[in-house]
C-alpha cells in the first residue's frame, strides 16, 4: 500500500497501524511492545514497531512535522525515521519520559543503538526536523515551529536511506501519534546552530 504525503509516495507495510484522514494530516498507532531499538549492551533487537517510509529526495534537504502524541506509557513516541538497514537507522522521538514528562529523545543505530536525552517539553505537541548535508545527517527539534535546536549531527555511512515516520510502544499498550504541517524542502541548511 502507498500514501502520498507531501507529493511523496511512501509506502506502508503495516496498513493497519496508518490512516491518513487528509492529505495534510497523518496518525499512525502502535501496538503494545513495539519498537526500534538494538540494546548496546546486548545487542538484542526489537524492530516491530510500525514505520512508513519514502526515498528521499536526491541531494540535501529538509524533512519535518508537527508530531503529537497521545502519551500513556513510558517510552511511548512519536518519531521522524531515517531507515538504511535492520543493523542501520537513526530516529528523532518525541516520547514519553520515566519521569512522565514528554521529551525529545535521539537513537542513532550502528549495529547497536544508542540512546541521547535532549530536553523536556510542556505540552503533548513539538517539531521534528531530518536534514542531510552532504554524507551527514542532522536532527533539529523545536516548540513553536519558527526555533529549531540541534540534538545532533551524525552519519550513517554511504548506505541509501528512506526517510518517513514510525510510531512505537515498548512498554505501554499502545500509542497514538499525529503528524501534521508535513513539509520536504530541497536546498542545504546552511548553519546547524543558528536556530532556523
Not at 66 to 72: D, I, L, M, S
Not at 107 to 135: K, P
Not at 175 to 187: E, H, L, N, V
Request: aromatic share 10%; net charge negative.
Amino acid at each position: 500500500m502507498t500514501l502520498i504525503i507531501g507529493n511523496r509516495p511512501f509506502t506502508v507495510a503495516d496498513a493497519a497501524a496508518w490512516q491518513q484522514p487528509d492529505s495534510e494530516v497523518l496518525v499512525g498507532t502502535a501496538g503494545s511492545q513495539t519498537d526500534l531499538f538494538v540494546d548496546p549492551k546486548t545487542g538484542s533487537a526489537t524492530l516491530n514497531a510500525p514505520r512508513l517510509l519514502s526515498p528521499p529526495p536526491a541531494g540535501d534537504f529538509q524533512f519535518s512535522a508537527r508530531v503529537e502524541v497521545e502519551f500513556r506509557g513510558t517510552f511511548d513516541a512519536g518519531v521522524l525515521l531515517l531507515w538504511a538497514a535492520p543493523e542501520s537507522w537513526a530516529k528523532l522521538c518525541f516520547e514519553f519520559s520515566p519521569q512522565g514528562q514528554p521529551m525529545v529523545v535521539s537513537v542513532v543505530t550502528q549495529g547497536r543503538s544508542d540512546d541521547a536525552n535532549a530536553f523536556t517539553v510542556d505540552s503533548r505537541t513539538v517539531w521534528l526536523r531530518i536534514s542531510r548535508i552532504d554524507e551527514a545527517y542532522a536532527f533539529h527539534a523545536s516548540t513553536d515551529g519558527q526555533w529549531w535546536h540541534l540534538i545532533r549531527q551524525f552519519t550513517l555511512g554511504a548506505l541509501p536511506t528512506e526517510v518517513g515516520f514510525e510510531v512505537q510502544s515498548p512498554v505501554g499498550d499502545g500509542c497514538r501519534a499525529t503528524y501534521t504541517q508535513i513539509s520536504f524542502t530541497d536546498g542545504t541548511l546552511q548553519d546547524l546552530r543558528d536556530g532556523r
